[in-house]
């Protein structure tokens, strides 16, 4: 069996190989090239220390040289290469006490997390497998190496990336390991928000995102991410919905493309249903006011993964305003334009048109032309040339100060006031007119 090493990849291997040292290409990268797809990096494995590896690479990084890496670089392109390690003992469910150099490969792959992850190769040798990783790539199988208890009690992120891994290539995973992961899934409570947020998105974002229901099921989302819990068991008695609030969700994340932020705007969607639900005489569920309810934990769980800001307010106001539905008038879909900013405009319509596709077939099509009358009237707003953010109204501050509108507050609120009055009649943003009724009215 034969991988096609990147150049770069094969010369570090050679090198280290030239010095009388043992080297392979490991992990990830070697399950992706046998599953024909691209790797993202290639990791290389070595019996060779990592002062001898700096000894043999004119330019190196220190990695993380405590645990046996070290980075060479290649014309400015970086390799992780790690010498054969054993683990010593693990206290925190996430690093182990010592690390021991070995000089033996079977042993650095006996310590990693699933049989697919566990395979080596080199030109020289070929593939490494210790583990019967081919065996269980074959048969689309997420197995532990080993005892599926001790790999999770070595790090319990490792119960994440089961499921992570199974839904971006579509596995399965293995019954043994499987009970593991139940049995020990509470260990999550020990990682940092950082690693959660990382294997919460790549699990997202991938071809099965409906794997949320296995993280559920397994109860993993109990710990990092209890508020799914809850929309899981939330019943919607409407004649719009056919599924419980969560699956809804699951279905809702099926119908949007990968993306970061849409994903995670279909996630967080109606996660303040369960807050908001009431009940009239006919016993028909209602959710009022469950859009802004969603966004306030949309944001709150988002701070506690330790979100980038600009990520958290685009899904914030995704989630605030998926339930807007304005008349299909121009003037009302300017102003949900200007509320959603006009970059996320068309993401919030690939949100809705998700959300009504998730649930129940009554008056689907009409809801479905709704929505592709409002993208009509937005592109109609486009092409116009209509006034739809403050940077495109005739005057600006600078107008403003020559006028003598002193800077601050003031001059905020008569440039917001002439906005609304361009937004409502389009025809008057021209800079002689809204000059004028600056004197006239404000001056």
């Given at each position: 069996?034969?991988?096609?090493?990147?150049?770069?990849?094969?010369?570090?291997?050679?090198?280290?190989?030239?010095?009388?040292?043992?080297?392979?290409?490991?992990?990830?990268?070697?399950?992706?090239?046998?599953?024909?797809?691209?790797?993202?990096?290639?990791?290389?494995?070595?019996?060779?220390?990592?002062?001898?590896?700096?000894?043999i690479f004119h330019r190196t990084v220190d990695t993380g040289i405590?645990?046996?890496?070290?980075?060479?670089?290649?014309?400015?392109?970086?390799?992780?290469?790690?010498?054969?390690?054993?683990?010593?003992?693990?206290?925190?469910?996430?690093?182990?006490k010592e690390v021991i150099f070995t000089s033996d490969l079977v042993e650095d792959l006996k310590r990693r997390d699933f049989t697919i992850n566990a395979m080596a190769y080199n030109p020289r040798t070929g593939l490494v497998d210790a583990f019967n990783?081919?065996?269980?790539?074959?048969?689309?199988?997420?197995?532990?190496?080993?005892?599926?208890?001790?790999?999770?009690?070595?790090?319990?992120?490792?119960?994440?990336?089961?499921?992570r891994f199974g839904a971006q290539l579509k596995f399965a995973i293995a019954e043994e390991t499987r009970q593991a992961m139940k049995e020990l899934s509470g260990n999550l409570s020990y990682i940092s928000a950082e690693r959660i947020q990382?294997?919460?998105?790549?699990?997202?974002?991938?071809?099965?995102?409906?794997?949320?229901?296995?993280?559920?099921?397994?109860?993993?989302?109990?710990?990092?991410?209890?508020?799914?819990?809850?929309?899981?068991?939330?019943?919607?008695e409407n004649i719009h919905h056919c599924y419980t609030v969560g699956q809804h969700t699951l279905e809702s994340l099926q119908h949007i493309e990968p993306d970061?932020?849409?994903?995670?705007a279909l996630l967080f969607h109606d996660f303040g249903k369960p807050k908001t639900k009431t009940m009239d005489e006919q016993q028909t569920a209602h959710f009022c006011g469950h859009a802004m309810e969603s966004a306030?934990?949309?944001?709150?769980?988002?701070?506690?993964?330790?979100?980038?800001?600009?990520?958290?307010?685009?899904?914030?106001?995704?989630?605030?305003?998926?339930?807007?539905?304005?008349?299909?008038?121009?003037?009302?879909?300017?102003?949900?334009?200007?509320?959603?900013g006009p970059e996320l405009f068309l993401p919030l319509l690939k949100v809705k048109y998700a959300d009504t596709m998730?649930?129940?077939?009554?008056?689907?099509?009409?809801?479905?032309?709704?929505l592709a009358e409002l993208k009509c009237i937005y592109e109609r707003v486009l092409?116009?040339?209509?006034?739809?953010?403050?940077?495109?109204?005739?005057?600006?501050?600078?107008?403003?100060?020559?006028?003598?509108?002193?800077?601050?507050?003031?001059?905020?609120?008569?440039?917001?006031?002439l906005f609304e009055l361009v937004l409502e009649e389009p025809e008057r943003n021209n800079r002689e007119e809204l000059l004028a009724l600056v004197k006239e009215r404000y001056l």
């Open positions: 069996m034969t991988i096609q090493l990147p150049e770069k990849v094969k010369y570090i291997i050679e090198e280290l190989e030239r010095h009388g040292w043992e080297a392979y290409a490991v992990g990830g990268c070697v399950r992706d090239s046998l599953l024909g797809r691209n790797p993202n990096d290639w990791d290389i494995t070595t019996s060779a220390k990592p002062e001898q590896v700096k000894e405590q645990h046996g890496t070290v980075t060479v670089m290649l014309n400015r392109e970086g390799f992780e290469v790690t010498t054969y390690r054993i683990d010593g003992e693990y206290e925190d469910n996430r690093h182990p990783g081919m065996e269980d790539m074959r048969n689309k199988c997420i197995r532990c190496v080993g005892n599926a208890r001790e790999r999770f009690c070595e790090d319990a992120l490792r119960i994440l990336r089961a499921v990382t294997e919460l998105l790549k699990l997202l974002v991938s071809e099965e995102p409906q794997r949320f229901k296995e993280a559920y099921e397994l109860g993993i989302t109990g710990i990092i991410l209890p508020e799914f819990d809850e929309i899981m068991t939330c019943t919607q970061k932020v849409l994903r995670l306030r934990m949309a944001e709150t769980i988002m701070k506690r993964l330790k979100f980038d800001n600009d990520t958290m307010g685009k899904v914030v106001k995704l989630v605030e305003l998926h339930d807007h539905r304005p008349l299909l008038k121009k003037k009302s879909v300017k102003k949900l334009i200007v509320k959603s998730a649930q129940s077939r009554y008056r689907r099509e009409e809801k479905l032309a709704y092409e116009e040339k209509e006034c739809i953010s403050l940077k495109e109204l005739a005057v600006n501050g600078k107008d403003m100060i020559a006028l003598g509108v002193p800077q601050g507050k003031r001059m905020g609120e008569i440039l917001k006031e």
